[in-house]
């Protein structure tokens, strides 16, 4: 099956920073997700990137899908932002998401 | 809020007990999926509803089993609970199914604690 790997697994970031986060499959997807989950648990959208770049805010993700990689941009980083990071790909042939094992950001006041 | 409502959202049950998961998706989404988030596996697809019918299987121990039903709402039942199965348990909901894929929306989670 499909896998998929992120990196770096931990970053710790003073408030303010900037970071990338990457997230390398190894086949073709039909789709890619980006979701922050946050100290609480909670599953938050933040990208349905299939290839090419979106902005919200000071998040950004570019997905190159020929390569089989995508970048999540993280300007200015907040407290807020701390959590785990995860990308998912859509490897089903029915759609279910496959997840990375995800990057935990630690932003420091 | 993602429109996703997932009740309860926290259980603490005994080992060898039953429970059930209750989902609601979002207003006029006809898929669910439900995903397991432990500590060693990490977030892994169970399974998938479309309008009524089950569309796919992932990783799904044969304790567990799931329906949705004609109001659309789907329930995860997990009977003779061990320990292992202390996870966090999400359902997520999409429009459509298959090649098609759509944007899959998650519900807060229900955490079960198996002691």
């Known amino acids: 099956g499909i896998q998929v790997e992120q990196s770096p697994p931990d970053l710790i970031l003073q408030e303010g920073a900037n970071s990338t986060l990457r997230c390398n499959f190894s086949?073709?997807?039909?789709?890619l997700q980006w979701f922050h989950q946050n100290p609480w648990g909670q599953l938050i959208n933040l990208f349905y990137?299939?290839?090419g770049t979106k902005q919200n805010g000071r998040l950004s993700a570019t997905t190159v899908a020929t390569e089989r990689y995508s970048l999540l941009y993280i300007s200015s980083s907040q407290t807020t932002d701390s959590g785990v990071y995860f990308c998912a790909v859509y490897g089903g042939s029915q759609g279910n998401l496959i997840f990375g094992k995800g990057t935990k950001l630690s932003v420091k006041p | 809020d993602s429109g996703v409502t997932q009740t309860p959202k926290h259980l603490i049950t005994a080992t060898g007990q039953r429970v059930t998961l209750r989902c609601s998706p979002r207003s006029g989404d006809l898929s669910v999926y439900w995903y397991q988030q432990s500590l060693d596996q990490g977030l892994q697809f169970l399974i998938q509803y479309y309008n009524g019918e089950e569309r796919a299987k992932g990783n799904i121990l044969e304790r567990f089993s799931a329906q949705q039903f004609p109001d659309l709402h789907s329930e995860l039942n997990l009977s003779s609970l061990e320990l292992g199965d202390s996870a966090l348990y999400f359902c997520?909901?999409?429009?459509?199914?298959?090649?098609?894929?759509?944007?899959?929306?998650f519900g807060p989670g229900t955490r079960l604690t198996v002691l």
């Open positions: 086949d073709s997807v039909n789709n």
């Open positions: 990137i299939p290839s």
């Open positions: 997520a909901s999409s429009v459509t199914s298959g090649r098609r894929v759509d944007t899959q929306y």
